[in-house]
């Protein structure tokens, strides 16, 4: 079971790491900028945007919004209410624990996130030549 945590971790890691040199070098050409710059500033950003999502997915609150009302075919329906104070009675939608499950998948979603963005951060110290590693 870890050996396949491992390989989707491996499989993930390397198509965003692909996708954020492609598009890294891409705005790099169309800005004028060079390659080793491009590819250092998108993997700051990338993994900085990813570190940042990784906190606010980990923050979610144990209160999700329940949906009672079911619309055409079964499928559940939103009613969007106003919310005028976060106060229990004052808001009509309903809330609900999040059960086990849906916390774990917070969790475990967070540290994909944080993971992630650590090694795209590495990654860009590493091709950063404005500071030496040594």
């Known amino acids: 079971m870890l050996v396949a945590a491992l390989r989707r971790l491996a499989y993930i890691s390397v198509v965003t790491i692909g996708v954020t040199i492609a598009v890294s070098l891409l705005i790099g050409l169309l800005i004028g900028s060079g390659a080793e710059r491009a590819l250092t500033l998108g993997f700051y950003f990338v993994g900085s945007f990813l570190l940042i999502s990784g906190f606010f997915v980990g923050n979610r609150g144990p209160v999700r919004v329940e949906h009672e009302d079911q619309g055409e ?27 086990l499950p849906e916390q774990h998948e917070t969790i475990n979603n967070s540290a994909i996130f944080i993971v992630l963005g650590l090694l795209l951060v590495f990654m860009g110290v590493a091709f950063d030549s404005n500071h030496s590693l040594l």
């Open 73 to 99: 075919e079964g499928v559940a329906a939103a009613t969007p209410a106003p919310m005028i104070f976060p106060v229990p009675g004052f808001s009509g939608r309903k809330l609900r624990w999040a059960s």
